[in-house]
């Protein structure tokens, strides 16, 4: 049997507008900073500021005070809906 186990990120980064994820597996997820309230609000450049933490567990922008969870990303989980 196989062992699920949470999606954990290698490294991230934004381009654009868009947060890019690299996972432990070898999948590169994306996803538009626009989902998110907080993001939607934020510049590239604050953006681009994106560190792992938790483990890889999860995203943190420490200038925006904002946290999101790598399992969540990847289960689509977002605050707005798509422009």
């Given at each position: 049997?196989r062992?699920a ?7 991230a980064?934004?381009?654009r507008?868009t947060?890019?994820v ?16 907080i ?21 943190r922008?420490?200038e925006?005070?904002?946290?999101i969870?790598?399992?969540?990303i990847?289960?689509?989980?977002f605050?707005?809906?798509?422009k």
């Amino acid at each position: 049997p196989r062992l699920a186990v949470d999606p954990a990120a290698l490294r991230a980064w934004a381009d654009r507008r868009t947060i890019y994820v690299e996972l432990h597996d070898g999948r590169t997820i994306g996803f538009p900073a626009d989902r998110f309230r907080i993001l939607a609000a934020a510049t590239e450049e604050q953006l681009a500021r994106v560190q792992l933490e938790v483990n890889g567990y999860a995203l943190r922008w420490e200038e925006l005070d904002e946290d999101i969870t790598v399992p969540g990303i990847v289960a689509g989980l977002f605050q707005l809906p798509p422009k």
